[in-house]
């Protein structure tokens, strides 16, 4: 099959070069092996142009001809199908087997991988599986085993600590590897007065990352990120509970657009509809702005806030104005 698909490209090499080029065509990407001289690691940044992946190998000497390499790509159709990562090319192969290594991850040693801001562990679990580093499920064991101590104070899992970014995760790390990490990334972020900033607002830092968790699944924009988190730093003081419906569908299987009064009584120590003060533990893993602004929340003695569309939320001190504001919003 593989000498099948060579001489088909070959053949339309002749025609599209002729006789001497489709000669010199044949012997660069299919005979010729005096490269790499040695193992060579090569990292294909995520983004990277098929020109840029070919100068990239030109540049280690992985391949000593870009125009054939490139032309063979062309050739297979296969410009686009290169994969982002860390490669590791062994002494003396063809461009021929470089080509295929980058399209299939044969020689693959590291991948890329994204963690937006507001996934939860699962769902990280679940995207580092799909970038071919292990089954989900035992990221998700590693992730709700571990602990942390952060100032003293005790964590019940990794959820709230795995911080998103993008990462370039080695082939075969173990899920302890993977998850320390992102917790390691977590504590370069995080800001180094936040014991002192949670004590001032009279929480834990881990009590004030499950506030960021709150904020990063509420907040649409920026400007409403302070302000949501001061809305509930005011209800706990005051003892009122939270109704953040998050919360709530941070226990439910599956994404709801819309929770039905059911999902409201579930018998959760999540439901912040029936159980007062924050949940047992963060409920997404929040980025750097939800981290500042529940580290520096608005002042102020907003109780409640809305969304009224286009990824704007308005808030209010007292119930009567909230109802106005629900009436105008959603109505």
Not at 41 to 49: H, M, N, W
Request: with cysteine; hydrophobic share 45%.
């Amino acid at each position: 099959m593989r000498w099948g698909r060579a001489i088909a490209s070959a053949a339309l090499a002749i025609a599209i070069l002729g006789a001497a080029g489709a000669a010199w065509f044949l012997y660069a990407v299919f005979a010729e092996r005096a490269r790499p001289a040695a193992s060579t690691d090569v990292l294909i940044e995520r983004g990277s142009t098929f020109a840029q992946v070919a100068r990239r190998l030109y540049d280690a000497g992985v391949i000593g001809n870009v125009a054939s390499f490139r032309i063979l790509a062309r050739l297979r159709d296969q410009e686009g199908s290169v994969r982002a990562g860390e490669y590791r090319f062994e002494p003396h192969g063809t461009q021929n087997d470089v080509l295929r290594a980058l399209v299939t991850g044969g020689a693959q040693v590291a991948a890329w991988v994204t963690i937006p801001e507001g996934f939860t562990a699962a769902q990280i679990a679940a995207r580092l599986e799909s970038a071919g580093l292990g089954p989900s499920d035992a990221f998700l064991r590693e992730f709700q085993r571990r602990r942390l101590t952060v100032d003293g104070a005790r964590t019940r899992s990794l959820e709230g600590f795995l911080f998103p970014s993008t990462y370039l995760v080695p082939l075969g790390d173990s899920p302890s590897q993977v998850a320390g990490m992102m917790v390691a990334e977590f504590f370069t972020v995080l800001p180094r007065d936040a014991g002192f900033r949670a004590r001032s607002l009279h929480v834990t830092v881990p009590q004030a990352v499950t506030v960021a968790s709150l904020v990063e699944r509420e907040a649409k924009r920026e400007a409403d990120r302070p302000r949501i988190a001061g809305v509930i730093y005011n209800r706990l003081r005051i003892g009122m509970p939270l109704q953040v419906d998050a919360t709530i569908e941070y226990t439910l299987p599956e994404h709801k657009a819309e929770l039905s009064l059911r999902d409201l009584r579930v018998d959760s120590p999540y439901n912040t509809y029936s159980h007062p003060g924050l949940p047992p533990t963060p409920i997404a893993n929040p980025g750097r702005p939800s981290l500042e602004a529940a580290l520096h929340p608005s002042k102020g003695n907003e109780l409640y806030y809305v969304y009224c569309g286009n990824g704007r939320h308005v808030f209010a001190e007292t119930l009567a104005a909230h109802q106005a504001n629900v009436a105008r919003c959603l109505h």
